[in-house]
């Protein structure tokens, strides 16, 4: 299989644990987008869920294929949510999340599910994170040159400023900036993601620690399945 087949095999998988009645966080991504448009297959189908979308790009996908949507406020606890990532470490299920810049707010609906599945293809595996692609940082834009030197006392040894095709700084559906922060291999999860939560400014990071049940992984030949 492709890579574009890999992501529809999963997201086909990962929609399959959906069933009636369920509180469904639909994720953001090309890999998420997929699980959306086989989830509203089952919609057409007749499945009766709410989905609470985790970006305005899923919420306008969502809504062209007629799924019934909600919002956290509506729905503070979720049953489940199916979502991409950018980084899987293998063993514990830590990721990095947010080069598609809804870092937040996927954050935010994936804490309050009850189930947390992830739906990667092959490319997306590491043994450590930070192997493959940078923490991506969201940033109040206020004071944001302050936080970057904050960021670099964290241990950041190269900081990007994520930018718009216009050039501009790329803002997000919260109206903020994001930093793409290159820290290395990192080996203690825990206390970056804790140094990063601690500074002023930072409104949310990309590493999502201890919260995956499930990891669904489409390769070439098989889709594999990783539980916590």
């Not at 369920?22 to 086989?38: C, E, K, P, W």
């Not at 870092?103 to 947390?116: D, N, Y």
């Not at 030197?149 to 040894?157: I, K, M, N, S």
């Not at 291999?185 to 919260?211: N, P, Y």
């Amino acid at each position: 299989m492709t890579v574009a087949e890999c992501k529809a095999a999963a997201g086909k998988r990962a929609a399959s644990f959906v069933e009636s009645g369920m509180i469904v966080g639909l994720g953001t991504g090309s890999t998420a987008a997929y699980f959306v448009q086989s989830l509203g297959e089952r919609v057409a189908q007749g499945l009766k869920i709410i989905g609470v979308p985790t970006s305005e790009a899923t919420r306008a996908l969502a809504s062209s294929l007629s799924i019934p949507l909600g919002s956290l406020d509506d729905y503070p606890q979720l049953d489940i949510v199916i979502d991409g990532a950018d980084e899987v470490e293998r063993g514990t299920l830590n990721l990095i999340k947010g080069l598609g810049g809804a870092l937040l707010r996927e954050k935010l609906v994936a804490q309050a599910a009850k189930r947390f599945v992830v739906i990667v293809d092959a490319t997306k595996p590491v043994e450590c994170l930070g192997e493959r692609v940078p923490v991506p940082v969201e940033v109040v834009p206020f004071g944001s040159k302050s936080t970057v030197l904050r960021l670099r006392d964290a241990g950041a040894f190269d900081i990007a400023p994520r930018l718009a095709s216009s050039g501009d700084h790329f803002i997000t559906d919260n109206g903020n900036f994001i930093f793409d922060c290159n820290f290395g291999l990192i080996r203690d999860v825990k206390t970056l993601s804790s140094c990063l939560d601690a500074i002023v400014g930072v409104v949310e990071h990309g590493i999502f620690a201890h919260m995956t049940s499930d990891v669904i992984i489409a390769t070439e030949k098989e889709i594999v399945q990783w539980s916590e």
